[in-house]
């Protein structure tokens, strides 16, 4: 509940700083300020320190594993100010309201990795989806982010009446929006909760852009500012996946013999749509955005498997991918030319930064002795615990080989390319960067330092 309260009311202060600041560094430091003490009274809460005691009727539940998730997603919008906020002031005259609707959109992160009523997690996901719409076209004099924000906008209205929908029927079927008063393999005849859940698992696969669904994100991802785009594939698609377990996790639990094979299909789909689509591409932020969609099959074994190795695995799995890309698409932001083409003879020109990117594509990849090859494994060993996946492991080692082929295509252009990488990196740009590649290796080598926090 800290970070709920504290969250809603930063987003009202940054409005406030917009016009109240005239130097943007200013607008700046209060952001980065609010997040670091959002991140600390969550950090708090965890060990017992409520600053808010607020009564939610059984609506919310602020459990280890939602507040480690929130601390996760904090750290990492945290890393996303440090190397991207500065960007912010080319989109337009607005600064103060952009840091204002990401404030509103870590509300209902807390929301959505929290919720214990359908209503909650209806409001959670709208809190979510309603500033990106404004984020994704802030770039008013450019077309394509007018675009992007359109088809955000009306493909995201069409999968919350699905989500409203699903949650009617699961409401009639039960006669309660409570999670844990449902009972749904009781109910007789099945139809109404079984349709509910066919719903809501198509509306939740809209959101986190698993196949088929994912048709909107390579052009709303490439139309959007791509300092909004680095937000979006990261921190909101992994708080939309938490959502997901804990519906699938404790909602549907007993119904699982019915949705656990469209699961595995989506999930294969997902996969391989993305991962194929992506060697094609010759834009590295269209191939990120393809990538995103590769990453979410990857995330979707969590729900397939649900057990303790895919709440550890999900939990290293957005750490690790979150910080990759945010540190990815930070450099890509200050460079002028997005083709792979624009890479070429980086290692020449700024070593530094092309072994940093190295590091974080591995890890994307999932090379060994990164977190994201812990987190893939994680992923894999919570499959293959569950007796009947043994097929869906095999496809997703073969689809991540296909990955590396396009990952390693920017390492290529950096290392073996003649050219002349145009980007101007400050030193404490720099030093974040290599601070945040450390810590992708550390928890590659370590991961027990992030799981401790969720049983201790």
């Known amino acids: 509940m800290n970070a709920l309260i504290l969250s809603a009311v930063l987003g009202v202060i940054m409005m406030y700083c917009g016009f109240m600041f005239k130097a943007k560094s200013a607008v700046r430091g209060v952001a980065i300020a609010g ?18 005691h607020i009564d939610t009727h059984g609506m919310m539940r602020f459990d280890r594993f939602a507040l480690l ?36 959109v870590l509300c209902g992160i807390v929301l959505a ?71 749904l393999a009781q109910i007789r005849p099945a139809y109404l909760p079984v349709t509910g859940m066919l719903l809501l698992l198509f509306s939740m696969s809209f959101k986190v852009s698993a196949a088929p669904f994912h048709f909107w994100t390579p052009d709303v991802y490439d139309g959007a500012p791509t300092v909004f785009t680095s937000f979006m594939a990261t921190i909101v698609k992994a708080a939309v996946f938490i959502a ?79 910080l990759a890309t945010i540190g990815i698409f930070a450099v890509l932001n200050k460079m002028g030319d997005y083709t792979f083409d624009g890479f070429n003879g980086l290692a020449r020109q700024q070593p530094f930064i092309a072994v940093v990117i190295a590091i974080f594509l591995f890890s994307l990849a999932g090379i060994p002795l990164t977190a ?18 043994l097929w869906l492991v095999i496809f997703s080692v073969l689809m991540a080989a296909v990955s590396v082929y396009y990952y390693f295509r920017v390492i290529q252009a950096m290392y073996f390319r003649e050219g002349q990488a145009n980007i101007e990196a400050s030193t404490s740009f720099k030093l ?14 370590f991961p027990g330092l992030l799981i401790y926090f969720y049983y201790f």
């Open 244 to 322: 997901f377990i804990r519906l699938f996790d404790e909602t549907f639990t007993g119904l699982s013999g019915q949705w656990k094979l469209w699961i595995s299909v989506i999930t294969a789909a997902t996969l391989f749509i993305g991962n194929i689509t992506a060697v094609f591409q010759q834009s590295v932020k269209r191939m990120l955005a393809y990538s995103s969609i590769a990453q979410a099959g990857f995330m979707l074994m969590a729900i397939y498997s649900m057990n303790s190795d895919a709440k550890e695995g999900i939990l290293l799995y957005t750490a690790a991918y979150s």
């Open 432 to 445: 974040t960067l290599g601070a945040v590649a450390a810590l992708v290796i550390l928890l590659g080598l």
């Open 372 to 389: 994201g090859f812990v987190a893939k494994f994680y992923m894999l060993k919570a499959v293959l615990a569950t007796g009947t996946g």
């Open 35 to 52: 997040l670091v003490l959002l991140l600390v009274v969550n950090v708090m809460e965890s060990y017992g320190t409520v600053f808010f």
């Open 69 to 104: 998730f929130n601390s996760i997603m904090f750290f990492s919008v945290f890393v996303y100010f440090l190397l991207s906020a500065k960007d912010m002031e080319k989109i337009g005259v607005n600064y103060g309201e952009y840091f204002a609707l990401i404030y509103f």
């Open 113 to 183: 990795s929290s919720f214990r009523s359908l209503l909650i997690l209806f409001l959670g996901i709208e809190i979510i989806s309603i500033p990106l719409y404004i984020l994704t076209g802030s770039d008013k004099k450019n077309l394509k982010s007018n675009e992007a924000s359109l088809k955000y906008f009306l493909m995201g209205s069409f999968s919350t009446g699905l989500m409203l929908m699903g949650i009617a029927l699961i409401y009639g079927a039960s006669g309660t929006f409570n999670v844990e008063n449902m009972h």
